[in-house]
């Protein structure tokens, strides 16, 4: 059965960076998109980011562009998310998903468990 | 901020029909299909209908999801107490090239 499985939860100072790892099993890692989307406590969710393990293409969201770095290891079915100039407001569940093709682009269906980001002096 | 937008509540009894609209634009809805996410207290997001109104393996046919112009819409019928949740409308979007989510929706059930 397909499964994500991301690492634990971090706490980080402002203007740190922060870096999340998500671990796929039970599919084809190398034909999947990977979507990064965070939800921020008691808000709803937001699309950070997608990347294609093969190859690296990656395509982020205007508001996260210059802080965000994803990239991929085919080798161990690995993604990671890398956020930099960690501030207050970047405390939040981050969830990796995997991203079959759908119309338009890659739509998330399978999620991992979430990492929790809290960004505090 | 979101661009498919979501009323943010919707409440039923227990066998009543709710009904959560999703309104979008040209370049998402109204170009791409649609999914919904339902998210319980506490856990991730777990995709609840793909393209527009279908169910994965799994999800009750108590809900249904169907889609006109820049709007989408999720049914659930017979609603039942372990359905309260967010429920969340997405879509891609073309403008933006990237994936677009609604405001989210709490089902409360009364």
């Known amino acids: 059965q397909v499964q994500l499985v991301q690492s634990g939860a971090e706490v980080k100072k402002p203007g740190a960076s922060v870096r999340i790892s998500c671990k796929a099993s039970?599919?084809?890692?190398?034909?999947?998109?990977m979507h990064w989307v965070r939800q921020a406590p008691g808000q709803g969710l937001e699309w950070m980011g997608i990347?294609?393990?093969?190859?690296?293409?990656?395509n982020y969201a205007q508001r996260f562009q210059g802080r965000v770095t994803m990239t991929g290891d085919t080798s161990t079915s690995t993604v990671y998310m890398e956020l930099s100039s960690l501030r207050s407001e970047d405390t939040a569940m981050y969830y990796c998903?995997?991203?079959?093709?759908?119309?338009?682009?890659?739509?998330?269906?399978?999620w991992g468990q979430g990492t929790l980001v809290t960004v505090s002096s | 901020q979101s661009v498919l937008t979501q009323p943010p509540s919707a409440s039923g009894t227990p066998g009543q029909r709710v009904t959560i609209s999703c309104s979008g634009g040209g370049s998402n809805i109204g170009s791409n299909t649609v999914n919904w996410f339902q998210q319980l207290p506490g856990t991730a997001p777990k995709l609840l209908i793909y393209?527009?109104?279908q169910r994965p393996s799994g999800v009750p046919d108590r809900f249904s999801g169907s889609r006109s112009g820049t709007s989408a819409s999720l049914a659930i019928s017979g609603l039942q107490s372990e359905d309260e949740a967010d429920f969340y409308c997405a879509a891609w979007d073309d403008s933006l090239s990237g994936y677009v989510f609604g405001t989210g929706t709490r089902v409360t059930v009364l």
């Open positions: 393209s527009n109104n």
């Open positions: 039970g599919y084809t890692f190398s034909i999947y998109y």
């Open positions: 998903a995997r991203g079959p093709y759908c119309s338009g682009g890659s739509c998330p269906d399978y």
């Open positions: 990347i294609k393990p093969s190859g690296g293409s990656t």
